[in-house]
């Protein structure tokens, strides 16, 4: 066995620990700022399901090669970082990160141990190796600090490539072209800002739900502006199909109509299908031109390249561990980071996380009366890598389901479409369906050409209202529309506003005042490639249709299901609503709908 050389670096903070695990856990994001390179990483799946993780670099002269290690951690409270080298000058080295709560504020302390593999790597680790690291770390380390003050912007000093003047002059180009495009609601040189100067760690997959959150703005506003962006070559998108185990992207297109049918992921080593409603989001990274990423990996694990990851820990046969830890009340999932069996735990407020044991059979729960600490215990013939997670992960993935409903989507990318003959299953969507009262007398009223200009006009006053409220107008059908939403709140409420803005439209036009039916429904539906666009087929788009033909004229339609929804509720609730029940044809069974009435759907505040 060669020498084992040691060293602990510690520091305090006025913050407490939750403050800095955000910067500090983030190993990808400090290997960047403390200027390590990108490496390469080979994964190998083994008989037994687990996965053997091969990383190697060349640093000038030397070549390393070594086996990473899952990281171990407790969310806020440490991390440990494992790797055994079989090339280079160093046989292991291991880095442990852990917070100690000081009164208000906590100390950080920092331990590596490495041991030597040759000559070489003796003289490495005796002189300077530990100096210069505690150097490097130590500036990173008060960068995080004043990061949690709000004495720094970011959480690193870092210094970004600095672009050219004919690089900088197409950018400021591009910006002013996306807020020309009314898409870039004076975001667009934010934007540009961190396309310039972020991080690599920041850019690799840009998502604009997590930007909205990080900028305090609207999530329309966020996407549209993306969606410019990619538009006009300041970004460029990218569809990911996410593992439903880790969360990783493992397959990435660049249109819909490469999405594959399935894919492997080569960390938990399992197959999967490609899920609209779940796992294929779409996110951006810069144009090439602009700003080239380049490949490989800061560090393949760590804390917050998951933050819905509370704790990851690898338990030997037979071993038990106790590790403190707050939880607040909420859902979890536990499963291993080798392919096997999960378990959902609802956590009650004031409760006690049960004691949880892992064997070859799936997971086991045993009540606990220790709060504030966690038992596992593996019971299994093989080590196993226990993860237990949140679950509402996805709060930051723009779904396909979700983003192809959108209005500008659809204006920006109409090209971004299914290969002909493939359907992909939606979990829910939802639709509305709207008609024109007494067209047909209304032609013959006021001449065709007078009506043709109408119904256009009316389309614009439609599709407006289902932009403002985060849908899309899938396609006219004579003069009726097919809308899509993803949020059963979003359509009533698109509903009611044109209901409520009628009158408004038809001020000025005294001899062509319009009466819209409207019928909105949600559910499952199948997403297809028909006359060069994206459309939905299946029994969800025939209810809607349907109950939309049931509509008077004035009113709003809604089926029972959608009124159920629990964001739907407290929209419905001080208007008036009369349940009613009809057969419709195609149907075998009368179908129960609520109908809200022209004088309700009129005080609906616009």
Same mark, same amino acid.
């Given at each position: 066995?060669?020498?084992?050389?040691?060293?602990?670096?510690?520091?305090?903070?006025?913050?407490?620990?939750?403050?800095?695990?955000?910067?500090?856990?983030?190993?990808?994001?400090?290997?960047?700022?403390?200027?390590?390179?990108?490496?390469?990483?080979?994964?190998?799946?083994?008989?037994?399901?687990?996965?053997?993780?091969?990383?190697?670099?060349?640093?000038?002269?030397?070549?390393?090669?070594?086996?990473?290690?899952?990281?171990?951690?407790?969310?806020?409270?440490?991390?440990?970082?494992?790797?055994?080298?079989?090339?280079?000058?160093?046989?292991?080295?291991?880095?442990?990160?852990?917070?100690?709560?000081?009164?208000?504020?906590?100390?950080?302390?920092?331990?590596?141990?490495?041991?030597?593999?040759?000559?070489?790597?003796?003289?490495?680790?005796?002189?300077?190796?530990?100096?210069?690291?505690?150097?490097?770390?130590?500036?990173?380390?008060?960068?995080?600090?004043?990061?949690? #003050?709000?004495?720094?912007?970011?959480?690193?000093?870092?210094?970004?490539?600095?672009?050219?003047?004919?690089?900088?002059?197409?950018?400021?180009?591009?910006?002013?072209?996306?807020?020309?495009?009314?898409?870039?609601?004076?975001?667009?040189?934010?934007?540009?800002?961190?396309?310039?100067?972020?991080?690599?760690?920041? !850019?690799?997959?840009?998502?604009?739900?997590?930007?909205?959150?990080?900028?305090?703005?609207?999530?329309?506003?966020?996407?549209?502006?993306?969606?410019?962006?990619?538009?006009?070559?300041?970004?460029? !998108?990218?569809?990911?199909?996410?593992?439903?185990?880790?969360?990783?992207?493992?397959?990435?297109?660049? $249109?819909?109509?490469?999405?594959?049918?399935?894919?492997?992921?080569? #960390?938990?080593?399992?197959?999967?299908?490609?899920?609209?409603?779940?796992?294929?989001?779409?996110?951006?990274?810069?144009?090439?031109?602009?700003?080239?990423?380049?490949?490989?990996?800061?560090?393949?694990?760590?804390?917050?390249?998951?933050?819905?990851?509370?704790?990851?820990?690898?338990?030997?046969?037979?071993?038990?561990?106790?590790?403190?830890?707050?939880?607040?009340?909420?859902?979890?999932?536990?499963?291993?980071? @080798?392919?096997?069996?999960?378990?959902?735990?609802?956590?009650? @407020?004031?409760?006690?996380?049960?004691?949880?044991?892992?064997?070859?059979?799936?997971?086991?729960?045993?009540? $606990?009366?220790?709060?504030?600490?966690?038992?596992?215990?593996?019971?299994?013939?093989?080590?196993?890598?226990?993860?237990?997670? @949140?679950?509402?992960?996805?709060?930051?993935?723009?779904?396909?389901?979700?983003? #192809?409903?959108?209005?500008?989507?659809?204006?920006?990318?109409?090209?971004?479409?299914?290969?002909?003959?493939?359907?992909?299953?939606?979990?829910?969507?939802?639709?509305?369906?709207?008609?024109?009262?007494? $067209?047909?007398?209304?032609?013959?009223?006021?001449?065709?050409?007078?009506?043709?200009?109408?119904?256009?006009?009316?389309?614009?006053?439609?599709?407006?209202?289902?932009?403002?409220?985060?849908?899309?107008?899938?396609?006219?059908?004579?003069?009726?529309?097919?809308?899509?939403?993803?949020?059963?709140?979003?359509?009533?409420?698109?509903?009611?506003?044109?209901?409520?803005?009628?009158?408004?439209?038809?001020?000025?036009?005294?001899?062509?005042?319009?009466?819209?039916?409207?019928?909105?429904?949600?559910?499952?539906?199948?997403?297809?490639?028909?006359?060069?666009?994206?459309?939905?087929?299946?029994?969800?788009?025939?209810?809607?249709?349907?109950?939309?033909?049931?509509?008077?004229?004035?009113?709003?339609?809604? $089926?029972?299901?959608?009124?159920?929804?629990?964001?739907?509720?407290?929209?419905?609730?001080?208007?008036?609503?009369?349940?009613?029940?009809? !057969?419709?044809?195609?149907?075998?069974?009368?179908?129960?709908?609520?109908?809200?009435?022209?004088?309700?759907?009129?005080?609906?505040?616009?």
């Amino acid at each position: 066995m060669g020498k084992r050389y040691s060293r602990t670096f510690v520091w305090h903070f006025d913050v407490p620990p939750e403050r800095l695990w955000p910067s500090l856990a983030d190993t990808a994001r400090f290997n960047e700022a403390a200027g390590l390179p990108k490496h390469d990483i080979e994964e190998i799946p083994q008989d037994d399901g687990s996965v053997i993780y091969l990383g190697h670099v060349r640093l000038g002269p030397i070549t390393l090669r070594w086996r990473d290690w899952p990281v171990n951690w407790v969310t806020g409270q440490w991390f440990e970082h494992r790797r055994d080298f079989s090339k280079g000058p160093l046989k292991k080295l291991n880095a442990l990160l852990r917070f100690v709560p000081e009164g208000a504020g906590c100390r950080c302390e920092y331990h590596l141990e490495a041991e030597a593999a040759n000559l070489l790597g003796h003289v490495i680790l005796s002189t300077n190796f530990f100096t210069g690291a505690g150097k490097t770390f130590g500036r990173l380390a008060e960068d995080a600090g004043r990061f949690a #003050t709000g004495d720094l912007p970011m959480a690193f000093q870092f210094q970004p490539p600095v672009p050219d003047a004919e690089t900088q002059a197409r950018i400021d180009s591009i910006v002013t072209a996306i807020e020309d495009s009314g898409h870039g609601h004076g975001l667009a040189p934010k934007l540009a800002e961190l396309v310039r100067s972020a991080q690599e760690v920041d !850019l690799v997959h840009l998502r604009p739900i997590k930007l909205a959150r990080e900028w305090e703005a609207n999530e329309r506003n966020v996407i549209e502006l993306c969606l410019e962006a990619a538009r006009t070559g300041l970004l460029a !998108l990218r569809w990911d199909v996410l593992c439903p185990r880790c969360r990783v992207p493992k397959a990435s297109v660049a $249109s819909l109509d490469e999405l594959p049918r399935g894919a492997h992921c080569d #960390t938990c080593n399992i197959d999967y299908d490609g899920d609209f409603s779940r796992n294929v989001e779409l996110s951006f990274h810069p144009a090439p031109a602009l700003r080239s990423i380049s490949v490989g990996e800061y560090c393949l694990f760590g804390p917050m390249s998951t933050p819905h990851v509370v704790l990851q820990l690898t338990l030997e046969p037979g071993e038990t561990r106790e590790e403190p830890i707050d939880l607040t009340a909420g859902r979890y999932r536990l499963r291993s980071l @080798e392919p096997g069996p999960e378990l959902d735990i609802d956590l009650e @407020e004031g409760k006690a996380f049960p004691a949880l044991v892992a064997d070859t059979e799936g997971f086991k729960t045993a009540d $606990s009366d220790r709060k504030g600490c966690m038992t596992l215990s593996n019971q299994g013939h093989r080590p196993l890598t226990l993860i237990l997670e @949140e679950r509402p992960w996805v709060r930051d993935a723009l779904t396909a389901d979700r983003v #192809t409903a959108m209005q500008a989507f659809r204006d920006l990318f109409s090209d971004q479409v299914l290969r002909p003959g493939d359907e992909v299953e939606i979990k829910r969507v939802c639709l509305l369906f709207s008609d024109l009262q007494g $067209s047909t007398a209304l032609y013959g009223a006021i001449g065709d050409a007078r009506a043709y200009h109408l119904v256009r006009d009316h389309f614009a006053f439609l599709a407006a209202i289902v932009r403002a409220n985060n849908g899309a107008v899938v396609k006219t059908i004579g003069d009726a529309i097919m809308a899509a939403f993803a949020d059963p709140a979003d359509t009533v409420r698109a509903a009611l506003a044109i209901q409520n803005q009628v009158e408004s439209f038809n001020a000025g036009r005294p001899d062509e005042g319009i009466v819209i039916k409207l019928g909105i429904h949600e559910g499952p539906s199948i997403a297809v490639t028909l006359n060069g666009r994206l459309d939905y087929f299946g029994s969800t788009v025939n209810m809607a249709a349907r109950l939309q033909g049931t509509s008077q004229g004035g009113d709003v339609v809604i $089926s029972k299901s959608l009124a159920a929804d629990p964001a739907v509720g407290p929209l419905l609730e001080p208007l008036d609503c009369r349940i009613e029940t009809t !057969l419709l044809k195609g149907f075998d069974e009368p179908v129960e709908f609520l109908r809200l009435s022209p004088q309700s759907t009129a005080t609906y505040p616009a």
